[in-house]
C-alpha cells in the first residue's frame, strides 16, 4: 500500500463531514477483504464480519464460538501436539542401545508402563534363579544331594533341608527377601554358602531399592501434573489498548497453585538470513504477559497471556488473510514449581494459522458467587470466543494510519489556529482552512482495486469525493463512516 492512500484516508477521516468508503479502501482492505475502519475516532463500520477472510462464515457478533476456524478440519505438520508432546522422531543414532543402558534409570524411568513392570518382575525372578543355581551348585559339590547324606542324620550339610533344585529356589527367596521360615538355614559347615548369604542379602536390598526408586520417580513425574494444565484450543487476535494483540487462555484445574508459574512463546518458521542461508526450523521468541508486560503470573484462575504485535513481534508485518497463507506455529510454554511437590514442571501446546481466530476474544469465565462466598470459574466457557471488531490489516499498516492521521491532524490545527491568530476579525474571517484543503484533496481521489489487493465484494472502481459536494458512486454496496 501507498503512503499517498494512508494519507488520503488519514485526511478523510480526520474531516468533520460524514464520507463514504468502498470495500476496496486501502484503509482496512490492505489484503483482500470488504471490512472498514477508522481507528482514528475508536469507531468500527457496520460491515458484515461474515465477508471477512475467504471461505469463512464465522457465527453472528454476540454469538459464542468454541469451534476451528473454518468449517473443515485441516491437519498440517507441527512440532508440538495438542497434548503437549513433541512431534519429533530421532533416527540414525550410532550406539543408541548401548547409550540408552548407560543411563538404565531414565530409561526404564520413561518406557512405557509395561516395560517398566516388565523389567520390576523379571529383575526379582532372575536374581531368585541366579542365586538358587548357585545355592544348588554349593550343595552339590558338598555332597549334600547325594541319597546317602540326605537320610543321614550325622551328615552336617552347608544348608539345612536342601534336597532339591526347587527347595534351593524357595532357600533363595528366603534369603534375599528375608523371609525366614525357620526350615532352612546355613550353617558354619561351609564358608562359600556364609558368603553367598551375605552377597545375596546385599543384592536383593539394591534390586528392591532401585525398583522402588524407578516406581517412585515414575508416579510422582511433574509430566503427569502438567495433564490438569490446560489451555485454550484457539488462539485469537483482536485490539487491546489500541494495538493488535495475540491472545491465548491458560488454567490450572487442581488447588494446589504452581509457584511462580511463568509463561514462553515461540513461534517456529523458515527465515532466510543474508547470506542465503535457509533456516528451516527458526524460533523467534514472542514477548507475552498476562494482564501486565511481565511473564510471570499469579496463576490462581484461568489468565489470558497477550502478546502485543509491535515493532519487535514477526507478526508486525502479517494481516488476517496473511496469517492464514503463512506456515508457522506458535508454541506456548508454561513453566512452574508445583506447591505440593516442590518439583518443576512444563506444560506445552501450540497454534496453527488456521486454529488462531482474528476478530474474537475470549469470553469471561470468573465471577463471584454469593451462594458459596467465592469466585467461581466456570470451565465450560475455557475456550469460548465472541466476535468483535477487529482490524484486518496488517499491525504494521495500523500504526502507519495512526501515525499519518496524528500528524494530519495537527498540521490542520496549528493551520487553523495560526489563521485565526492573524485574523484581525474572526467572526468575518472565511472558513477554516482544513475542511477547505479535504475537499479539494477528496475531489481529485480516485481508488481502483490494484492486482496485488482484488476486491472480494466486486471490482467496483469508486471515486472519493467530498461529502460537502455531492453523493458518492459506489455502486451496489458501500459503508457510511461517520466522524
Given at each position: 500500500m501507498k503512503d499517498t492512500d494512508l494519507e488520503n484516508h488519514a485526511l478523510s477521516s480526520a474531516n468533520d463531514g460524514p464520507l463514504a468508503v468502498s470495500h476496496d479502501s486501502p484503509l482496512l482492505a490492505l489484503e483482500p477483504t470488504p471490512a472498514v475502519i477508522s481507528p482514528a475516532i475508536n469507531r468500527v463500520s457496520d460491515c458484515s464480519l461474515a465477508e471477512r477472510t475467504d471461505g469463512i462464515t464465522p457465527k453472528s457478533r454476540t454469538r459464542v464460538r468454541s469451534g476451528t476456524f473454518g468449517g473443515t478440519r485441516k491437519f498440517r505438520k507441527r512440532v508440538v501436539l495438542k497434548n503437549g508432546d513433541c512431534n519429533v522422531l530421532q533416527t540414525n543414532i550410532s550406539k543408541r542401545r548401548l547409550r540408552y543402558l548407560q543411563d538404565i534409570f531414565t530409561t526404564l524411568v520413561d518406557v512405557q508402563w509395561r516395560w517398566t513392570l516388565l523389567v520390576f518382575a523379571l529383575s526379582f525372578i532372575l536374581s531368585w534363579?541366579?542365586?538358587?543355581?548357585?545355592?544348588?551348585?554349593?550343595?552339590?559339590?558338598?555332597?549334600?544331594?547325594?541319597?546317602?547324606?540326605?537320610?543321614?542324620?550325622?551328615?552336617?550339610?552347608?544348608?539345612?533341608?536342601?534336597?532339591?533344585?526347587?527347595?534351593?529356589?524357595?532357600?533363595?527367596?528366603?534369603?534375599?527377601?528375608?523371609?525366614?521360615?525357620?526350615?532352612?538355614?546355613?550353617?558354619?559347615?561351609?564358608?562359600?554358602?556364609?558368603?553367598?548369604?551375605?552377597?545375596?542379602?546385599?543384592?536383593?536390598?539394591?534390586?528392591?531399592?532401585?525398583?522402588?526408586?524407578?516406581?517412585?520417580?515414575?508416579?510422582?513425574?511433574?509430566?503427569?501434573?502438567?495433564?490438569?494444565?490446560?489451555?485454550?484450543?484457539n488462539a485469537v487476535v483482536c485490539q487491546r489498548d489500541g494495538h493488535l494483540c495475540l491472545m491465548f487462555r491458560v488454567g490450572d484445574m487442581r488447588k494446589s497453585h504452581i509457584i511462580g508459574a511463568r509463561v514462553r512463546a515461540q513461534l517456529i518458521r523458515s527465515r532466510t538470513t543474508k547470506e542465503g542461508e535457509t533456516l528451516g526450523m527458526y524460533q523467534y521468541e514472542l514477548s507475552v504477559g498476562a494482564d501486565s508486560d511481565r511473564d510471570d503470573v499469579f496463576f490462581i484462575w484461568p489468565m489470558t497471556v497477550v502478546h502485543r504485535i509491535d515493532e519487535s513481534s514477526p507478526l508486525y508485518d502479517l494481516s488476517a488473510a496473511e496469517m492464514l497463507r503463512d506456515r508457522f506455529e506458535i508454541v506456548v510454554i508454561l513453566e512452574g514449581c508445583i506447591e505440593s511437590t516442590g518439583q518443576t514442571t512444563q506444560a506445552r501446546s501450540s497454534y496453527l494459522p488456521g486454529e488462531i481466530l482474528w476478530g474474537h476474544r475470549f469470553q469471561s469465565l470468573v465471577s463471584f458467587n454469593k451462594s458459596r462466598a467465592g469466585y467461581e470459574v466456570d470451565y465450560s466457557l475455557f475456550n469460548d470466543t465472541y466476535?468483535?471488531?477487529?482490524?484486518?490489516?496488517?499491525?504494521?499498516?495500523?500504526?502507519?494510519?495512526?501515525?499519518?492521521?496524528?500528524?494530519?491532524?495537527?498540521?490542520?490545527?496549528?493551520?487553523?489556529?495560526?489563521?485565526?491568530?492573524?485574523?484581525?476579525?474572526?467572526?468575518?474571517?472565511?472558513p477554516s482552512v482544513a475542511p477547505n484543503r479535504l475537499s479539494s484533496l477528496l475531489s481529485r481521489i480516485t481508488i481502483e482495486p490494484s492486482a496485488s489487493a482484488p476486491n472480494l465484494a466486486g471490482n467496483t472502481v469508486l471515486t472519493l469525493t467530498s461529502a460537502h459536494d455531492e453523493q458518492l458512486d459506489v455502486g451496489s454496496s458501500s459503508n457510511q463512516v461517520a466522524d
Open positions: 534363579l541366579a542365586f538358587a543355581v548357585i545355592w544348588w551348585l554349593i550343595a552339590f559339590t558338598h555332597g549334600d544331594l547325594e541319597p546317602g547324606n540326605v537320610e543321614s542324620s550325622d551328615w552336617r550339610p552347608c544348608v539345612v533341608e536342601l534336597k532339591s533344585f526347587a527347595s534351593c529356589f524357595l532357600f533363595s527367596v528366603e534369603t534375599q527377601h528375608t523371609i525366614g521360615y525357620g526350615s532352612r538355614s546355613t550353617t558354619e559347615e561351609c564358608p562359600e554358602a556364609i558368603f553367598v548369604m551375605c552377597l545375596q542379602s546385599i543384592t536383593g536390598v539394591m534390586i528392591q531399592a532401585f525398583m522402588v526408586g524407578i516406581v517412585f520417580a515414575k508416579m510422582s513425574r511433574p509430566k503427569n501434573r502438567a495433564q490438569t494444565l490446560l489451555f485454550s484450543r466476535e468483535v471488531d477487529t482490524p484486518l490489516c496488517s499491525a504494521k499498516a495500523l500504526a502507519e494510519f495512526y501515525r499519518i492521521q496524528d500528524e494530519l491532524r495537527r498540521s490542520d490545527l496549528a493551520q487553523s489556529l495560526g489563521f485565526l491568530h492573524s485574523s484581525p476579525n474572526p467572526a468575518s474571517s472565511p
